[in-house]
């Protein structure tokens, strides 16, 4: 069974940071785009940045300068490295990745870690 785990998230206060992980686990071949999403309460859910296997970037114009994502292939896991974070950077994160299963691309969902910024 194909999952991906999400660790990292907790309790911060503005300025401070945080670093998600999140590892694929199960019968993969390999990854594609990988990519992290948030939900704050009340919104729906964004892209917060994405990167694909060849190491393209796309971030969302809010967490430019404060976020990185970065992966190791290897391992078929992404890492978000938050700085600076603000109180509105509150929310559910979720990973998601386009992983090679069985020779097919399917796309996956985390469970979601909790971010919550606050002093």
């Known amino acids: 069974q194909v999952q991906l785990m999400e660790s990292g998230g907790g309790l911060v206060q503005p300025g401070g940071s945080l670093r998600l992980s999140c590892a694929a686990s199960g019968s993969i071949s390999g990854s594609e785009t990988m990519a992290w999403y948030r939900r704050a309460p009340g919104n729906q859910r964004e892209l917060v940045a994405s990167i694909d296997r060849g190491g393209t970037i796309n971030y969302e114009d809010s967490v430019k300068g404060r976020f990185t994502i970065s992966r190791d292939n290897a391992k078929n896991t992404v890492y978000l490295q938050m700085n600076s974070l603000k109180p509105e950077d509150t929310a559910v994160y979720y990973c998601?990745?386009?992983?090679?299963?069985?020779?097919?691309?399917?796309?996956?969902w985390g469970q979601g870690t909790q971010v919550t910024v606050s002093s």
């Open positions: 998601n990745a386009d992983l090679l299963v069985t020779d097919k691309l399917r796309n996956y």
